[in-house]
């Protein structure tokens, strides 16, 4: 069974950093691509970033290119999202998924304030 648990949120003011994490388990995580969402109050599921499998290709929603980094380690079945420059929109709860997972779970509560 697939597993995914996020770490890392908290609250901080606009400009701060956060470094997200997430644990992966019961699956290949080396051949899985992986997503971060992001799901801010009273609005919808947003995608924020994806990685292969290898770690060395990664996409960024607009809303947080050149702000926020994907990164993984396969040895130790981890994604990170690693997150500058925040402002008050980035203010949500954020996920980890699979390629083809969808968001499920507590996720981890960033709050950014002004």
């Known amino acids: 069974e697939v597993q995914l648990v996020e770490s890392g949120g908290g609250l901080v003011p606009a400009g701060g950093s956060l470094r997200l994490s997430c644990a992966a388990s019961g699956f290949i995580f080396s051949s899985r691509p992986m997503r971060w969402f992001r799901q801010a109050p009273g609005k919808g599921l947003e995608w924020v970033s994806s990685i292969n499998s290898v770690g060395n290709r990664r996409n960024y929603a607009d809303s947080v290119k050149g702000r926020f980094s994907m990164t993984r380690d396969n040895a130790k079945n981890m994604v990170y999202l690693q997150m500058n420059d925040l402002i008050p929109e980035d203010t949500a709860v954020y996920y980890c998924?699979?390629?083809?997972?969808?968001?499920r779970g507590q996720g981890t509560q960033v709050t950014v304030s002004s």
């Open positions: 998924t699979t390629e083809t997972g969808t968001p």
